[in-house]
């Protein structure tokens, strides 16, 4: 069973930065991924990372914002977050599957997500 805990959410006002973490111990096994779910809506892709690290892909609405890395050595996957909008807010979820995909149901494991809240 692949266990992955989120870090970093909070509140910070529109055009701040956070900068999101999330640990896994087979960690580098997997392609890994960013999604988000905001009340009354569907989670969504947000970025993924290949699990070298070599390739990413963004969603639309976050690239040229937000950028994934991962460090294999510390088992751990960021997201930076910068010039965040109140459309941002929303629950961010780490998943760990096995190919770059923008689909949740391309992922097999899932972080219990943090909470991002962006005040205008």
């Known amino acids: 069973q692949v266990q992955l805990v989120e870090s970093g959410g909070g509140l910070v006002q529109a055009g701040g930065s956070l900068r999101l973490s999330c640990v896994g111990r087979?960690?580098?096994?997997?392609?890994m991924g960013w999604f988000r779910q905001a009340p009354g809506k569907e989670r969504e892709f947000v970025g993924a990372?290949?699990?070298?690290?070599?390739?990413?892909r963004y969603a639309d609405s976050v690239k040229g914002r937000f950028t994934i890395s991962r460090d294999n050595a510390k088992k751990t996957l960021y997201l930076q977050m910068n010039s965040l909008k109140p459309e941002d807010t929303a629950v961010y979820y780490c998943?760990?599957?096995?190919?770059?995909?923008?689909?949740?149901?391309?992922?097999?494991?899932w972080g219990q997500g943090t909470q991002v809240t962006v005040s205008s």
């Open positions: 998943a760990a599957g096995y190919f770059i995909g923008t689909a949740p149901s391309e992922y097999d494991y």
């Open positions: 087979t960690f580098n096994t997997f392609a």
């Open positions: 990372i290949s699990r070298v690290g070599g390739a990413t």
